[in-house]
């Protein structure tokens, strides 16, 4: 079985202050791992993703990821917040055992302030 | 389309009447995939489709659920008898390939079923 835990269901940050996301992972296999983000009334949209190869992850909108084997974690950064940053992000994890199937974390909901 | 389609966006059934949500994917995608997103919850995978074929419905709750994709590409997820705890938001997402590591999922914007 696989599963994600994300740490903190609400983040509130100040507009240019680092953003941090916490994830960690189970899983009995090598993992793939993922972090979606969701605005208001609309789909999931991919940040970024990990499959075995760099351990350091670059999205998209200045985010990255970095995977820690020894820590079980996939922790979301981004240097910088923007206003625009605030909304819903989940962590989701699959395997190369499974067809593709997501599990995804409860969320955690970033609030961005002046 | 250029995106994953979902329709209705809002549908609002009361409880005992059957419901049918359908997802129309990006052209040419293989697989399709529905979740079922309660509220403050993360999506819960509920089936998944490979062209015409369900290979995975592991994740249905329950014999009132039920979900076809005829012709390999528009799927419908139909509820029958609806209950209040299937009120949730339920997405759908395609794929090019058949890809074994949920690389480049698409998903629609959902429909948001409200049972009464």
């Known amino acids: 079985a696989q599963s994600v835990t994300q740490l903190g269901s609400h983040v509130s940050v100040s507009e240019g202050a680092l953003v941090l996301l916490r994830c960690n992972y189970s899983s009995s296999v090598p993992p793939y791992l993922f972090w979606y983000v969701q605005y208001p009334n609309q789909g999931l949209q991919l940040l970024l993703k990990?499959?075995?190869?760099?351990?350091l992850v670059k999205g998209i909108n200045g985010f990255e990821a970095e995977f820690k084997k020894s820590e079980t974690s996939f922790h979301l950064t981004k240097p910088s917040a923007h206003m625009s940053d605030a909304a819903e992000y989940f962590c989701a994890v699959t395997n190369t055992g499974t067809a593709s199937k997501l599990t995804f974390g409860t969320g955690t909901r970033l609030q961005v302030t002046l | 389309g250029a995106g994953v389609s979902q329709s209705p966006r809002y549908k609002v059934a009361k409880r005992g009447q059957d419901v049918a949500l359908r997802c129309d994917p990006i052209?040419?995608?293989?697989?399709l995939f529905w979740y079922q997103q309660a509220l403050g919850q993360g999506p819960e995978f509920l089936t998944y489709?490979?062209?015409?074929?369900?290979?995975?419905k592991s994740g249905l709750p329950s014999d009132r659920f039920f979900a076809e994709r005829p012709e390999g590409s528009v799927s419908t997820l139909k509820i029958q008898r609806t209950q209040q705890e299937d009120s949730a938001v339920y997405l759908c997402?395609?794929?090019?390939?058949?890809?074994?590591?949920?690389?480049?999922?698409?998903f629609g914007s959902g429909t948001r079923l409200t049972v009464v």
């Open positions: 990990y499959t075995s190869a760099a351990t």
């Open positions: 052209s040419g995608h293989v697989s």
């Open positions: 489709f490979q062209n015409e074929a369900q290979l995975d």
């Open positions: 997402a395609s794929s090019l390939s058949r890809v074994k590591d949920g690389n480049g999922y698409t």
